[in-house]
């Protein structure tokens, strides 16, 4: 492979495209979950595939956490659409040379999860090979209220938020997040909304994925930008921040007058939410102070 | 691990069904696809993950068929429940010292068999790895007429069909079969089908899968059961139609009257059907002479 996996995407995308001639489609690839038009409610739909080595390290890891993870990343998909999560199915390539509780111990972690977020583990299928451990989870979840939030409706003048801090999601949150689903759903219920993604790939390369679907640009307040902290107490840095990736925090966007009621909203379920910068009629993502924001964001390695 | 596979997806099954909690569920694991009680229509939601090495070998493979094949099992599982295809999601793990023209074809493969059956490819993760390529389809689809066809309903004294040919898949036809879709919905709104299954492990294997889930048990016509042929126009043996796997043809059953009728009936879509036995109130697959069938069925292995 010497094509990039972003321009591989982009000719699997057009292909995908071409197959929609029954025009189900409201939403097809390049939101955070597929959108489909269903009598008695839309339909969302999407899938993560993780793997060893990749997404997280079997060797070293508790079994159950991955599990969870491969849930939780497809329950973000999810909150990014403010959905309510309904179904999955969980398909495993097992390698052989594991100790039998392993798989058992990842499929615990992952309905242990379930059943936290009322989600039905309704199928999948399991294999075993002379590989590395493979998960994919696809999730179907159901629309609320106006019809799921998109990431192409941010307009110049909106202010920007995200759910928590960021960054060094590699320590461990990774594989500990809780999805936003019942701040995303408390947000569009009380708040026109234009504009949602969830932070996988860093809040950098995820605002750039909205302002490419909405038009624009964005100017973000360095300050203003939360960060994790290290072990030792000490924050991350701001490219840590925008880079790092995984955070499966919500960055959303709602009108300026909207911002102002939600910055004194005592009954969003979340912890402290943070009003990051705001959309901007010119291209481009900066900083407030004017200096230019070239951070490409996360490509996933091995962690 | 020493656990076989059949004893893990035991208790994997188990571990999911403890997370339906909402009730959502009218079939979960151990048919052909889930069935969720959803308003405006049940919905069908199933997962099939092909591996290289396992279900297909990518080296000596035209990267279209192995596409192709990734999306037909799961039209097969929907087709075996005499639903429509809706859409589908593709997670792909991608060997990185593969030429770039590789993946492109498979998903060529996938998205031409997509149009023909008008299922819409709508999301899915792609992955570049240093390993065997991996592909995953999670598939939706309605339910038709009178709601799916389950594997539990078939009855003492009902006859037993398959809608052709079966063993030697591994000469090619699993890379090339036609999921048996209209003929499953022609047969659901024309007779009262009373189980159904389509046959990825083995006839002898998926049959028991529909006597333990219906009750009872089967009577085989040795001479009924439809031999594909090798290449040298020989025909296979008894025991590689009843194991080899693959075929991907539906095997079902309905009352004997309706049996009558279906044998004359020149509006089925598909080829020649082929009644091959009855349903017995004592357990146990034997053929009419009384002999036991012991074979135990496909499992999977390299191809």
């Known amino acids: 492979m010497t094509l990039p996996e972003t321009r591989l995407i982009e000719k699997i995308k057009k292909m995908a495209a071409g197959t929609d001639s029954r025009k189900r489609l409201i939403t097809g690839i ?31 890891t508790e079994p159950e956490l991955i599990g969870r993870k491969a849930l939780a990343v497809n329950l973000s998909d999810i909150a990014a659409m403010a959905g309510i999560p309904l179904a ?14 392993i798989p058992l111990r990842i499929m615990s972690g992952l309905s242990d999860l379930a059943k936290e977020y009322e989600v039905t583990v309704c199928g999948g299928d ?15 979840g159901e629309a609320t209220g106006r019809g799921p939030v998109l990431r192409g409706g ?22 500990r997040f809780c999805p936003r689903l019942s ?6 219920k009380n708040y026109l909304l234009t504009s949602m993604i969830d932070i996988s790939d860093g809040l950098a390369k995820d605002l750039r994925h909205v302002l490419e679907m909405s038009g ?16 030792d107490g000490s924050e991350c840095s701001i ?28 009954g969003y379920p979340g912890g402290p939410l943070h009003e990051i910068g705001v959309i901007t009629p010119e291209r481009g993502l900066r900083f407030a102070d004017g200096q230019e924001i070239t951070i490409s964001g996360y490509e996933h390695g091995v962690r």
């Open 154 to 175: 941010a307009q110049p003048g909106d202010h920007i938020f995200v759910t928590g801090p960021l960054g060094l999601s590699i320590l461990g949150r990774h594989l």
């Open 216 to 231: 624009g640009g964005a100017t973000l307040n360095r300050e203003s930008i939360p960060l994790n902290r290290n072990p």
């Open 88 to 101: 999955v199915t969980v398909s495993l390539a097992i390698p052989d040379n594991i100790p039998d509780d």
């Open 183 to 188: 701040e995303a759903q408390y947000l569009h």
């Open 239 to 266: 490219d840590q921040a925008l880079a790092d990736g995984e955070d499966f925090e919500l960055c959303f966007t709602v009108a300026r007058d909207a911002a102002e009621i939600l910055k004194r909203d005592t």
């Open 126 to 140: 399991t294999n075993i090979w002379k590989n590395p451990l493979v998960i994919d989870v696809a999730v179907i």
């Open 30 to 60: 390049g939101d955070d979950t597929a959108v489909l038009k269903r009598p008695g409610g839309n339909l969302l739909f999407a899938a993560d595939m993780l793997m060893d080595g990749t997404h997280f390290n079997l060797q070293g």
